[in-house]
């Protein structure tokens, strides 16, 4: 009863609550030495822990694929992997979190591709969902491009809703990764058809299509879409100081900064990267962490007199970090924020090296739009 419970409950964004529910089941499982029981409930509480900011969301998961494995319970390790997987992207673990969900793609096909084991959602849909949003952090868009297909066409035959708003969101995300702005506002626009009954989803994609829409130049309409996602965030996470939530309520923020940045409100900019890169340093969100001080870098840069020392510190910074956990698209966007800064103020050889790498990974990645950018910037230096 308390396992379904906390399905109901995480329809409903109360995370608090699900927390509770799952420790009472726990103790009835031990007390029991009902192994399944025990092993389900400790991959729900990896996924619930990490929500509320607790650092044994790992070693609940841990536990629950231990579990799985001993019991050789396939429905199980797949729910542990999941939810191991989702715990490790918000800590920038890409490499584990990218070989849980695809060992969970791959043992889901033909009749366990209809299966849920449990899960609100069917985890064949929801572990090709999260697969994209990491292979898309890391820069491997072919292989996630051919994923968002199949993930489509599950997603709707299924006609789950969680499973059809993380989809096209993961969609979305993938393609503002990758420049295609049309798409990504499609396929967002779709995640916000299911979206409005699943709070988890909602604040995240409302600003992640505020930010595409300011891309577009369309930043006076943005804006309103950006400080809505991050509203969102405060409701439906409490206070957004725990793990997934922090990282929800983050990129919130990282993202209407980036608006304010483009409508030149450059102090409100600033505000909202502070006010997101502290949770994400308490939290070791290592990969938002990384936006979080890229978008300090590009306010700085962008001031009417740039704060050079200040802009160079922050780029490095976020470089470094992005280098570290693998995010090559942001390490890219570092080296084109370098390159812009390093040309305005006249160090030509520093210009040349980082728009050259820039371009170069853009161009092997297939970033147009970015591509575009770095190009034009090469042009004006010559």
């Known amino acids: 009863m308390r396992i379904d419970l906390r399905h109901a409950l995480n329809s409903l964004g109360n995370f608090a609550r699900i927390n509770d529910i799952l420790r009472e089941a726990e103790i009835h499982a031990e007390a029991l030495g009902d192994q399944p029981r025990l092993g389900k409930v400790s991959a729900f509480l990896s996924g619930s822990l990490f929500t509320a900011g607790d650092d044994r969301a790992v070693e609940s998961g841990r536990r629950a ?19 191991l997987a989702v715990a490790y992207q918000q800590l920038g673990d890409y490499e584990l979190a990218i070989q849980g969900l695809s060992t969970n793609v791959n043992v889901l096909e033909g ?8 899960m609100p959602s069917r985890p ?15 820069g491997e868009f072919a292989e996630a491009n051919r994923l968002a297909d199949e993930a489509t066409r599950m997603a709707d035959a299924f006609d789950e809703v969680f499973g059809q708003a993380l989809v096209y969101a993961a969609i979305g995300e993938l ?34 299509l505020g930010y595409v829409r300011a891309l577009t130049g369309n930043v006076s309409d943005s804006l309103p879409l950006l400080e809505r996602g991050v509203a969102s965030g405060r409701i439906h996470q409490g206070d957004s100081t725990g793990g997934a939530g922090a990282r929800v309520f983050a990129l919130a923020r990282v993202r209407l900064g980036e608006g304010y940045l483009l409508a030149n409100r450059m102090d409100e900019a600033t505000r909202a990267a502070h006010e997101a890169l502290a949770p994400c340093r308490e939290r070791k ?4 962490e990384a936006w979080c001080l890229r978008l300090l870098g590009e306010i700085a840069s962008h001031r009417g007199s740039p704060e050079i020392e200040s802009a160079e510190q922050h780029y490095h910074q976020s470089l470094a970090l992005a280098a570290e956990v693998g995010m090559r698209p942001l390490v890219a966007h570092c080296h084109l924020g370098l390159g ?7 160090t030509r050889v520093q210009a040349q090296e980082n728009l050259a790498t820039a371009r170069t990974m853009y161009r092997e990645m297939d970033m147009r739009f970015w591509l575009e950018q770095a190009e034009a910037e090469i042009s004006e230096l010559a």
């Not at 231990?66 to 542990?80: E, M, P, S």
């Not at 064949?124 to 890391?138: C, G, M, Q, W």
């Open 340 to 346: 812009k800064l390093s040309r305005r103020t006249g």
């Open 111 to 118: 009749e366990l591709s209809g299966e849920r084991f449990g």
């Open 285 to 288: 969100l290592r990969g938002t």
């Open 124 to 138: 064949s849909v929801l572990s090709r969902a999260r697969l994209i949003l990491n292979l898309a952090d890391v």
């Open 65 to 83: 694929l231990a579990i799985g494995t001993a019991l050789g319970d396939v429905g199980l390790q797949v729910a542990a992997r999941y939810y």
């Open 175 to 208: 393609c503002l990764a990758q420049g295609q702005l049309p798409r990504a506002i499609a396929a967002l626009e779709r995640s916000l058809v299911h979206c409005e009954s699943v709070p988890l989803c909602f604040g995240s994609t409302v600003a992640c």
